[in-house]
């Protein structure tokens, strides 16, 4: 399954930092410096083809530490999954619900999906 590989991909380059599905846990947030999340969007655009469609992939690090990640090179290794890079994007702030402040690195991605054809 993709969130399976998505999380592979991560642990294989950051064992040390949990990786979470878009159905993390306030506690979870709160007890770990550093963690990764994604989330498989519900918005689709049409493929090069014309006949599939891309789902949008959000990958996200959060950090309270201000630790660095190699976005390159995670972007190349997410090709595997295959998750195709489109951009990314890097915020400061407190996370949602919380005094807390992080940085966030949040990278989109697009994955074809198989069998669809319009």
């Known amino acids: 399954m993709t ?4 999380a592979t991909v ?9 990786v979470f599905d878009s159905d ?5 947030v709160v007890e770990n410096p550093s963690f990764f999340m994604f989330r498989m969007s519900n918005r689709y655009t049409r493929g090069e ?5 891309l ?6 690090f959060v950090t309270k530490e201000y630790k660095e990640i190699n ?3 995670l972007a190349q290794d997410l090709q595997t999954v ?3 890079f489109v951009d990314s994007d890097e915020e400061l702030g407190k996370i949602q619900g919380t005094d807390i402040e992080a940085m966030m690195v949040t990278m989109e991605f697009t ?6 054809m319009i």
């Open 10 to 18: 991560i642990k294989k380059h950051y064992p040390d930092i949990p």
């Open 3 to 6: 969130k399976e590989r998505i």
């Open 71 to 73: 976005v390159p090179l």
């Open 49 to 53: 083809s014309g006949r599939s469609l």
């Open 82 to 84: 295959p998750l195709y």
């Open 24 to 28: 993390i846990k306030k506690e979870e």
């Open 55 to 60: 789902q949008r992939v959000y990958v996200s």
């Open 111 to 116: 994955m074809q999906v198989k069998g669809c």
